[in-house]
């Protein structure tokens, strides 16, 4: 972990929030190249379940809601840790994480009984704060795709089973134990509610773990790294019937990227009951309406990106030097090609570097670059991921081709400059 943090902060891929005035202990900025592999992230995964799909819509919620919502949800009653403080430092730390243990884990201080505390973070809305203006952030996207079944049956006109899907922020107030981001206060998920007629959902619930399992092996993820793990009774949510856990081998353990859960009818009950509204489905072929099961895949953005950079971070010996590169997948690798010219002191080379990088810029995310020898060059961008290297030298100006370099293979190959964007192409279709 220390070596992929260490790579993060120095390639620009992740900075610590705040970093000037001392950071803010787990929260993240994404640089230039990590906010790249986000994006291409999430673009990938809409293509998956929304572009290539015929059964999921798209949605953007809001991501302030009626505070009605969220006590219908069960968020205000059952949302919440118990935690215990130091008396000594301060420090707050989770029951569970103590494992009965009474003494301080950092100090070895006394420690308060127990307590429960809601996760929600409350903020006001409008010039005056007091009760009646509390709202929350919310704490999840889920809540925002329910509230709108109205309006999708309305506008969609969809048949079961058929399915909702949003990417968005979320925030959480909990104590977290750090490993950089895999578990932050602010988060973004990339959820679907896909709601299903009940006597389906088991069936529908198992074909979305295999599906979204295959999911992260199309990314590139070592397989031997990736493992399904069910949810016994005595750890599901409360709405939950059942759930399974897709889990990652981070270097810190196994760990959740991903959940999909049988969520019941619970939801949907609950708002009809709180909003007066009736949120039942009339299937037009049985005529008869009820209240449809919610299977939910629902995904961290953060934990995914780390996962990819951890699956991707490779050290390797070349001659008598340590090659570090990132073997991204072609969809997710920030950067598609970066021209370099050999020799920066001789403007006929740079000029006709800066131009096929404009050229290509039009179809690709492409870098110029010649802050450096080639070498050093070559190092840098193996570092991010980026999948073609493009040399032009002095006999570029005569013959018109390029040197083009293969990351992984660091093979090379001399490509004519009027083929070089067929060529990328071809490789990165």
């Known amino acids: 972990m220390e070596k992929i943090v260490s790579l993060c902060k120095r390639r620009g891929f992740i900075f610590q929030s705040s970093d000037i005035y001392g950071g803010l202990s787990n929260t993240w900025d994404y640089g230039p190249f990590g906010v790249e592999l986000k994006n291409n992230l999430k673009a990938a995964w809409w293509k998956a379940n929304v572009y290539e799909r015929d059964d999921i819509y798209g949605m953007d919620a809001a991501i302030l809601m009626h505070p009605k919502v969220w006590e219908a949800s069960g968020h205000v009653q059952n949302f919440f840790d118990l935690k215990s403080d130091c008396k000594s430092c301060k420090k707050r730390f989770k029951a569970e994480d103590l494992k009965g243990k009474n003494k301080c884990p950092e100090c070895g201080g006394e420690l308060t009984e127990a307590r429960p505390f809601n996760l929600m973070f409350r903020t006001y809305q409008g010039p005056v704060e007091d009760a009646s203006s509390a709202i929350y952030m919310r704490p999840e996207t889920a809540q925002g795709m329910f509230v709108n079944f109205l309006n999708i049956i309305d506008t969609k006109h969809p048949r079961l089973p058929f399915g909702l899907a949003q990417i968005g922020k979320a925030f959480r107030n909990e104590i977290t134990p750090g490993n950089f981001t895999f578990r932050t206060r602010e988060f973004e998920q990339m959820e679907i509610e896909y709601f299903v007629n009940p006597k389906d959902a088991a069936r529908i619930q198992e074909e979305w773990v295999e599906s979204r399992f295959n999911w992260y092996l199309g990314l590139g993820l070592k397989k031997e790294n990736l493992r399904k793990r069910p949810h016994g009774k005595d750890e599901l949510a409360h709405y939950a019937l059942a759930c399974t856990d897709i889990e990652y081998n981070f270097p810190f353990g196994w760990s959740e990227l991903e959940g999909i859960a049988n969520r019941t009818d619970f939801d949907l009950k609950q708002h009809s009951e709180a909003s007066g509204k009736e949120l039942k489905f009339f299937d037009d072929a049985a005529k008869e309406k009820f209240y449809p099961y919610i299977i939910e895949p629902s995904g961290g953005v953060d934990r995914s990106v780390l996962a990819i950079l951890v699956d991707a971070f490779h050290e390797e010996k070349v001659r008598e030097d340590m090659r ?106």
Request: hydrophobic share 40%; net charge positive; glycine share 2%.
């Open 324 to 429: 570090v590169v990132l073997k991204l997948n072609k969809d997710l690798a920030p950067v598609k090609a970066a021209v370099l010219p050999l020799l920066r002191n001789r403007p006929e080379i740079v000029e006709q570097a800066k131009k096929i990088s404009a050229d290509l810029k039009k179809s690709f995310n492409t870098v110029y670059d010649d802050t450096g020898a080639i070498g050093k060059l070559y190092r840098r961008q193996d570092e991010v991921g980026t999948l073609f290297c493009i040399t032009v030298d002095v006999q570029s100006l005569e013959d018109k081709q390029v040197t083009v370099r293969e990351r992984d293979s660091m093979l090379q190959e001399r490509i004519s400059i009027d083929r070089l964007k067929e060529y990328l192409s071809n490789k990165l279709s």
